[in-house]
């Protein structure tokens, strides 16, 4: 056998019109007729083939197909049923909800820890009002988002939640703070953001001030306690 | 009904849909099947269960080749695992399990019977990816580029396995007609004798 025979032989199931790049089949349309052994090794081939397609299989007849197809339906509707609950949601919602519980579970975990550290830090000696206030501000109320001044008390209520310094009941006031206190609670009001001194203890608030400064706070207090205005900013007080 | 337009409505879980594609290729995977692992009974076993599984595994489909190539791709992945099974219990194919019968008139009937039982031997003496090819080529009507997404590989390959294929085929139809005449020879002998 020639090197071009062996070549083109591997070729000769699709001679002369199957699949055939241009080329070989110009090139075995050249060579076939001419080489009695490409020739012979043709037409066996092409017998083959014709006796495969010649010899189909026998069809079982209609009434196998009938019997497959409703064993095929039983078994179509057992899976769909066993499937309803699991396929709810199309593939796409459900691969989405892998990842958002992938990558959610952990940010939730991550924001519970932090959350916890942060309450921690208030502690056992937090005054019972200021944990609230800070869920509060976590979750701001309808009548907070809905005015236009909301973010600003919200945010400052957070960092009330969040500032070291918070304890102020309990906490001993320095003089200057006290007047600075003692300034704010008589004067300047701001309807957004008041505190009630009434819930405070004054041992620590009047510590540290001389007679003058405690008579007249106290007086203020007073008045402040008659006319119902005993309010003060915090805002200045921790600025 | 297109098999695109039948496709998309058994993805969204039409049933009666997935069983027009059912109606129109059940037939082409129990020949694929029959041919693969040369027994009716599990041919029809196998041609429920790829049926199954393609009905199960449809929302995978992207629709990038045809819903027939799919198909005929789970039916042959169905059929080598069941053949991999059975070789690994050794269970020999046996030839006469499939079909043969269905002719009309007696005559007919035994010759077509005969030449199928011809090939259905040869073929059952091919590896099962030369088996593959050529049922794939030859009675499905593939073209190389599909024979190569159902199999694996490229075009090429699938194209020199059916060139090999058809090769040994030949060898064994006519080994099988050699063995056809030796039998009758034999038989002839057998018969002159007794006469004697």
């Known amino acids: ?239 | 009904m297109t098999d695109a337009q039948l496709v998309a409505l058994a993805q969204q879980g039409d049933l009666p849909a997935f069983e027009e594609l059912v109606r129109r290729y059940q037939r082409d995977v129990y020949g694929l099947a029959c041919r693969l692992v040369s027994d009716a009974e599990e041919a029809k076993d196998l041609t429920q269960q790829s049926l199954l599984q393609a009905f199960v595994h449809i929302r995978s489909f992207r629709q990038e080749s045809q819903f027939r190539t799919w198909l005929f791709r789970i039916a042959i992945n169905q059929c080598y695992n069941f053949l991999k099974n059975r070789k690994k219990y050794g269970e020999p194919l046996d030839c006469d399990e499939v079909p043969l019968v269905a002719e009309d008139s007696p005559e007919a009937d035994l010759s077509a019977q005969d030449d199928r039982r011809r090939v259905q031997a040869a073929l059952a003496r091919l590896p099962a990816k030369q088996r593959a090819v050529v049922t794939l080529k030859a009675e499905q009507d593939l073209s190389y580029e599909e024979i190569s997404q159902v199999l694996g590989g490229t075009p090429g390959a699938a194209r020199v396995n059916y060139c090999q294929a058809l090769k040994n085929m030949r060898k064994f139809l006519q080994g099988e007609d050699g063995h056809e005449v030796a039998m009758r020879s034999a038989a002839a002998m057998a018969a002159r004798v007794s006469r004697r």
Not at chain 1, 213 to 223: A, I, T
Request: glycine share 6%; net charge neutral; hydrophobic share 40%.
């Open chain 1, 1 to 239: 056998m020639k090197w071009q025979c062996a070549l083109l032989q591997r070729w000769l199931p699709e001679y002369p019109d199957g699949e055939l790049p241009a080329l070989w089949r110009a090139w075995l349309r050249r060579h076939v007729p001419g080489c009695p052994e490409c020739r012979a090794e043709a037409a066996a081939l092409a017998q083959v083939v014709k006796t495969i397609k010649g010899a189909p299989l026998a069809d079982p007849g209609p009434e196998f197909w009938r019997d497959m197809q409703r064993e095929l339906h039983r078994q179509l509707v057992h899976s769909v049923q066993e499937a309803e609950p699991a396929e709810a949601q199309p593939p796409h919602r459900r691969r989405w909800l892998t990842r958002l519980t992938l990558v959610g579970a952990p940010a939730l975990a991550m924001l519970a820890i932090y959350l916890g550290v942060q309450m921690s830090e208030f502690g056992p000696s937090a005054p019972a009002t200021r944990p609230q206030e800070a869920r509060e501000a976590l979750a701001p109320s309808p009548r907070l988002a809905a005015s236009p001044k909301a973010k600003a008390p919200a945010a400052l209520r957070m960092e009330e939640a969040s500032a070291p310094k918070t304890d102020m009941a309990r906490r001993p006031a320095s003089g200057g703070e006290s007047l600075r206190l003692a300034a704010t609670a008589n004067g300047n009001h701001d309807q957004d953001e008041d505190a009630d001194i009434l819930t405070w203890e004054l041992e620590p608030v009047l510590t540290g001030m001389n007679d003058q400064e405690k008579q007249l706070f106290l007086d203020r207090l007073e008045q402040r306690k008659k006319d119902g205005s005993c309010v003060f900013k915090l805002a200045g007080h921790w600025s």
